[in-house]
């Protein structure tokens, strides 16, 4: 079944503890990115990959980082993370930006 | 920066009642799509549109895409109780190389 996976689906952790969320796409997709959705903000891109080693700031890139070693996985990385930082991140896969995005479950984060 | 604006911000309504949702910018984008989001999910695809005055039916649902492609609009006919969830627009192909999604409409049809 063509998905893309995200783990953990919920996460509580402490300020300042390191985090890594996981995201994996089967769609042999060039494109993926991550989201945070806040209420009232809609969607908003942390950042971006275009295709492996390729990433790039998407509108609210601050206090995250990224990775693409493998085109399957692009895992968010939150060094230290803040309490401002708790959302609901989405992960999500398409053959190019423009084309259909295939989002993941979620992942839901609150910093305390 | 790229803004796409949806309007209204929420929507409750009966079932069977017809419904219009907005996606308004001042940029042009090569194309637009609707996604819809259930609670608990990750927004899935609707419609992609990507000329001047499309006009794409999906069921109960028609989309609308400006003569400018500056926006476009989403009528929902006799909406029932499984449309209820969050509507998403989203523009493509913009100024910048990335998809960048309206502020979302939240519409809930009563029983």
């Known amino acids: 079944e063509a998905q893309v996976t995200q783990n953990p689906r919920y996460l509580i952790t402490v300020t300042g503890k390191k985090l890594t969320v996981t995201c994996s796409q089967n769609?042999?997709?060039?494109?993926m990115s991550w989201y945070r959705q806040d209420p009232g903000l809609g969607l908003r891109q942390i950042y971006y990959?275009?295709?492996?080693?390729?990433?790039d700031k998407g509108d609210v890139p601050e206090g995250y980082k990224v990775s693409r070693k493998e085109k399957r996985n692009f895992p968010l990385i939150l060094e230290s993370p803040s309490p401002n930082q708790t959302s609901l991140y989405f992960c999500?896969?398409?053959?190019?930006?423009?084309?259909?995005?295939?989002f993941g479950p979620g992942t839901r984060l609150l910093v305390l | 920066t790229q803004l796409l604006e949806q309007s209204p911000q929420f929507l409750s309504i009966q079932e069977g009642e017809n419904l219009t949702v907005y996606c308004n910018s001042s940029?042009?984008?090569?194309?637009l799509q609707w996604y819809r989001q259930e609670p608990g999910e990750g927004p899935v695809l609707l419609v992609t549109v990507v000329t001047g005055g499309e006009v794409k039916k999906l069921k109960r649902l028609t989309f609308q895409f400006g003569d400018a492609r500056k926006d476009s609009s989403l009528h929902i006919t006799a909406a029932q109780p499984g449309d209820t969830g969050l509507y998403l627009c989203a523009g493509g192909g913009g100024a910048t190389n990335k998809l960048i999604f309206g502020t979302g409409t939240l519409l809930a049809v009563q029983p």
């Open positions: 940029s042009v984008f090569s194309s």
């Open positions: 769609m042999n997709h060039e494109y």
């Open positions: 999500a896969s398409s053959p190019t930006y423009q084309e259909t995005q295939y």
């Open positions: 990959s275009m295709n492996v080693e390729v990433t």
